[in-house]
């Protein structure tokens, strides 16, 4: 399975620590009608909101003011929700962090060709990174001394730190990244746009489900690894973004077991997942490398006879959907639910 990020793998094997509080805020900034910067996405290419031309100053999630003369126009990402935010924002990144794995797990912004790789995302290389000049580095940090804090503070280059996830509700930390990130870049306008986009996308999925009235309302997220021959599941439970992104829309979530203070992570087994009695089940579509869960899952009597599988209700989301991702991402966790349920 690939692990969140650093930080993620920790909590898939154990609790991690819980992510710093706060949120980004910004000073009024003058605005343009100039053509903004284009991506690959072919929305983007019919984008007419404006960009900012006026200087930044704006609150990162750790509390560090982060001054720019202009809006960021170099920008190197280190993580895929924040890579992802910045496409969204009809800005192509110049040098980010694994984009093999952002291409394999990530569909919601296409990631043009040419961007530099300043390999993985829990170790950049430095050299790489400021090799690619960039006006701004996004990252995702906890603490003031986070590594990547601390080693890109010895460079003379403005660093946006942004919270990756917050179980206290995650939905509005997935939206208050993508405006800070918006802030920085001078993209508000088209921030604006894409949360309304969001919020009405919303209220669509959860006015389709209750029309739909499935037959429960339960559900259960989950992806997984194998790990020593063995299969590990990660259910996704209260106050991770999949599981409330559900919720939001009228269903529930049946996973009741420990989770980390973070994500919102669990980890059980095959007979754990049983524990969840009716509830329809959704996993991740996309094909790890190291092996197919589900394709190991089916080997077990357990799993085949668990009620949403023997009754056809374990149903696989569309490959490429990232679940800790930002607006449009969401929204792709939203039409699979609807899909999969009203289908």
Known sequence: MKTRSITAALAAAALVPTLLA???????QATTDSTPPANASGECADDTTTTSTGPVEITDVLGRTVSLDAPAERVAVLEWQQIEDVLTLCLTPVAVADPEGYRTWVTAEELP???????????????????????????????????????????DVPVL????????????????????????????DRAEVVVEQFQAGLEQAKQDVAADAPSTTEFIYFDGWIQGGNVALRP????????????????TNAWTGEVDPSYGLGQTD???????????FFHTGTTDPAGSVITEL????????????????????PPGIWTFGGPRSSQQVLDAYVDLLTS
Request: hydrophobic share 40%; aromatic share 4%.
């Open 113 to 155: 060709d040419g961007v530099a790789d300043v390999g993985g995302r829990g170790e950049p290389n430095l050299d790489a990174l400021f090799a690619a000049n960039p006006d701004l580095v996004i990252v995702e940090a906890t603490t003031a001394d986070d590594p990547i804090i601390t080693q890109l503070a010895e460079y």
């Open 236 to 251: 996704f439970g209260q106050g991770s973004l999949v599981g409330e992104l559900g919720e939001a829309i009228g269903l």
């Open 270 to 280: 095959i007979e754990g997942i049983s524990t969840v009695g009716d509830a329809t």
């Open 161 to 188: 730190a942004t919270r990756g996830a917050d179980t206290a509700d995650p939905i509005q930390n997935m939206l208050d990244t993508f405006t800070l990130i918006a802030e920085a870049v001078g993209r508000t």
């Open 298 to 317: 089916q080997k077990n009597e357990v799993w085949a006879s668990l009620p949403a599988v023997a009754q056809g209700r374990a149903h696989a989301f």
């Open 22 to 28: 706060g949120c980004g805020t910004s000073d009024p």
